[in-house]
């Protein structure tokens, strides 16, 4: 059973807006472009976190590890350097570089480690700089916050 034989008025009202009012030219390829950038941010974000490089540290074993992230947003770069403290626990050295507002100033940041255990903050410094000491293993995020909404960045969860 074909379409016209389904559903007759429905092929006539397909064929007389076929005739009356065509879609534009190229318009399913300019709708698709549309919603591919709708959510390019995010995508660009996940794509540098991908970004992972492991180091080994001195000439110790490969246990000791340091692990390097990188989360990317529109104007703001967060990287983090993972090291161990010890068999179950790491330490989170982070790095905030972002771009001033109209009067050159950058608002003041306080990171968020969230993880199942609990979370815990630190204030970033002048210079984009925060640290967190003795995290346990885990699924983790890392949230930054300011006294304005424009402010915040959260990254994805992420494993240490």
Do not use: C
């Amino acid at each position: 059973m074909n379409a016209e034989e389904r559903d007759p008025l429905l092929v006539a009202v397909k064929r007389m807006y076929e005739e009356l009012d065509p879609p534009p030219a190229g318009l399913t390829e300019r709708v698709l472009v549309a919603l591919a950038v709708d959510d390019l941010d995010l995508e660009y974000e996940l794509l540098t976190m991908v970004y992972r490089s492991q180091q080994l540290a001195g000439v110790r074993s490969g246990d000791d590890q340091k692990l390097v992230m990188e989360f990317t947003a529109v104007g703001i770069t967060v990287m983090l350097r993972i090291s161990p403290v010890d068999a179950g626990h790491r330490r989170i050295d982070g790095w905030v570089t972002r771009t001033a507002d109209a009067t050159g100033e950058t608002a003041e940041l306080t990171a968020s480690l969230w993880q199942e255990q609990g979370t815990q903050t630190a204030s970033v410094g002048t210079h984009g700089r925060f640290e967190f000491t003795g995290v346990p293993h885990g699924l983790t995020r890392l949230d930054l916050a300011g006294a304005d909404s424009d402010s915040a960045f959260r990254t994805t969860l992420f494993e240490i």
